[in-house]
């Protein structure tokens, strides 16, 4: 659990004070993926339950519910998010057989309905210090049809004493019906030179390529620095830089246990630069490939090029849900190789 907001959310936190004389009964908060803000939102959701809150709105972190917060059990706090990120013991009311039940089946990537229906008892009993009740939902787009319709009807009838903090990467995902219920409030993006600063504070090495690859997101580029390699994007990379169709299959084949999400991620920002160099001369995401992405932008059509990514954003789409992730893989960079060999 963080214990204090990354530096890029100074201004926004400071803000966020600003609601608290009316705090609305749900907030969400929307900005780029890897950027902090489930940790933001759970930092905001102690402070909200803190007794002795400072000046600022941080939390004390001393109090008896600071200290319950701290160790995942406090009986005024919910966090809804998907079976795939439960990867630490938490305190949230789930039963050890539940638990053990839960992984022997691969974990689900979506918020279901049970999960929300699991808060109408947690709403329903007074608060155990007299204050508020909070929940903390994200990422919000992983609520599945059923889930959101039921959070809706919680939202349209909220709870006295209780506040939604949610959280989303991709506001265009979620149900317009849901997103007219709450606040929105948007959190930033940080500057290319203070995610380095804090990136190199962290002791990444090559900290301005990582950065770079993760389209400037410092959380994601820190991940990924720490999992020690970049072997499965440069195979891809090293496909998309030559392509053909022998290429394209051998790649399928050998990438097939890669999280298609973060492939379609990775071609995506491949073809971005390509776009980028035709209009303008400029790389964002990979300038270690400048001489590659140059030869392709100066061959390739600006309307094939712009179907391409077409494509590859509608794929994004059904990333998560593939029928075959070979043949979904093979697809893609057919398709790929077809747009700019």
């Known amino acids: 659990m963080t214990t204090a907001i990354y530096p890029w959310q100074e201004t926004a936190w400071q803000q966020l004070q600003g609601l608290r004389a009316r705090m609305p009964h749900a907030i969400l908060f929307h900005g780029a993926a890897g950027t902090g803000k489930a940790d933001f939102i759970e930092h905001f959701a102690q402070s909200l339950l803190c007794e002795n809150a400072g000046p600022g709105g941080h939390a004390c972190g001393a109090c008896v519910s600071c200290g319950w917060f701290a160790q995942h059990n406090h009986p005024d706090y919910r966090r809804v998010r998907p079976e795939s990120f439960e990867d630490e013991v938490s305190g949230e009311g789930e039963e050890g057989e539940e638990k053990k039940a839960a992984k022997s089946k691969t974990p689900s990537k979506e918020i279901k309905i049970e999960q929300i229906r699991s808060l109408a008892d947690f709403m329903n009993i007074s608060t155990h210090r007299q204050g508020l009740r ?24 909220p709870p006295p004493g209780t506040v939604f903090l949610l959280s989303s990467n991709s506001l265009d995902r979620l149900l317009p019906t849901i997103l007219s219920r709450c606040r929105k409030f948007a959190l930033p993006m940080p500057g290319h030179e203070e995610a380095l600063a804090w990136l190199k504070a962290q002791g990444v090495a090559d900290a301005d390529s990582w950065l770079r690859e993760q389209g400037g997101a410092p959380l994601a580029a820190l991940a990924q620095s720490e999992s020690g390699s970049r072997e499965e994007m440069d195979m891809l990379l090293q496909m998309l830089a030559h392509p053909s ?10 990438m097939q246990k890669v999280p298609l999400a973060s492939l379609v991620s990775w071609l995506q920002r491949w073809l971005y630069d390509m776009f980028s160099y035709k209009l303008s001369g400029n790389i964002r995401y990979y300038p270690r490939y400048r001489k590659e992405l140059a030869g392709l932008a100066d061959k390739v059509h600006t309307a094939r090029l712009m179907a391409a990514i077409k494509g590859v954003n509608e794929r994004r789409a059904i990333a998560d849900h593939p029928l075959s992730p070979k043949l979904f893989i093979e697809d893609m960079l057919l398709d790929y190789t077809a747009s700019c060999a």
């Not at 909070?134 to 009838?157: C, W």
């Not at 169709?245 to 050998?254: H, Q, Y």
């Open 134 to 157: 909070v929940v903390v939902l994200y990422p919000a787009e992983a609520l599945n049809m059923p889930a959101s319709n039921a959070l809706l009807k919680t939202l349209e009838e």
């Open 245 to 254: 169709v022998e290429a394209a299959l051998r790649a399928a084949d050998k």
